[in-house]
């Protein structure tokens, strides 16, 4: 019931009351006073549990990143694929179908598990799809800073070195509230296990700045990683990387960019 439907009930049995002084208009309107009150309530405690709304109704804070930051690192997963090939689509479909509460998972869960039904123009999000050379992105057309990357390495002992960047809705200021997770890949086992210790690493690197961005390489083996300050808005503090991740063979090395 909206607000002016509630106004025209309660002023009905406000008349009601005033003209017949019937005892159980009194309590209906009681009654009625007090739903609109709880939904009143209800509301605003659901608001502010949601995040703050923005203009086009997406509530920020909804998207489940914080729950899977605290879970991926304790949590194995194994590939399923039709055919034996090992590659980034492979990859990318067990850490999505373990994480769909995420939006972009979801999409790109959606565009692996039924292909023939992507339509670039009419989907809500854009897959760059290079596999090939091991990357695979999507990202949500309302916000092109929210998605997921993804991108692997073979390592020198035969197993792989899989990468997922999860930006934050929005792109928090708040280095805790985006997920750099790397997998280990067993090709004798198809499980991926978490790499907490790298995604450590990277954190560390850049926890002297209020938040940071990574690119993972469609081209190439090195991730670029960007530290980025609040109140420094000039162009070196966001237009350039200020760390380089050389791939080694194994992991990486981080080096500072001067």
Not at 7 to 34: H, P, W, Y
Not at 90 to 111: G, V, W
Not at 173 to 179: F, Q
Not at 228 to 242: G, L, V
């Amino acid at each position: 019931m909206n607000r002016k439907t509630m106004m025209m009930v309660l002023a009905a049995l406000s008349f009601m009351l005033t003209a017949c002084g019937d005892k159980q208009a009194k309590q209906v309107l009681v009654a009625e006073n007090k739903t609109e009150t709880a939904v009143e309530e209800q509301t605003e405690e659901e608001i502010l549990a949601d995040g703050e709304m923005e203009d086009d109704g997406v509530a920020l804070g909804d998207t489940e990143l914080p729950a899977i930051r605290k879970a991926w690192a304790s949590k194995t997963l194994t590939t399923i694929a039709a055919d034996e090939e090992v590659n980034i689509e492979r990859f990318a479909f067990a850490f999505c179908l373990e994480y769909q509460q995420y939006e972009p998972c979801k999409a790109l869960h959606d565009y692996l598990a039924f292909p023939s039904r992507y339509d670039e123009e009419e989907a809500d999000y854009r897959v760059v799809n290079k596999k090939k050379n091991g990357y695979l992105s999507c990202y949500m057309k309302r916000d092109l800073d929210w998605g997921i990357d993804c991108c692997y390495w073979n390592r020198k002992n035969g197993h792989k070195l899989v990468a997922f960047w999860l930006p934050e809705y929005h792109t928090s200021w708040n280095v805790d509230e985006h997920l750099l997770a790397f997998y280990d890949y067993d090709p004798a086992t198809d499980d991926m296990t978490p790499e907490p210790n790298l995604t450590k690493k990277v954190e560390e690197a850049v926890a002297d700045f209020d938040s940071y961005w990574v690119t993972l390489p469609a081209e190439g083996k090195d991730i670029e990683l960007i530290g980025i300050r609040i109140f420094d808005h000039s162009k070196d503090a966001t237009d350039r990387p200020n760390f380089l991740l050389r791939w080694n063979g194994n992991d990486f090395k981080i080096e500072q960019k001067d």
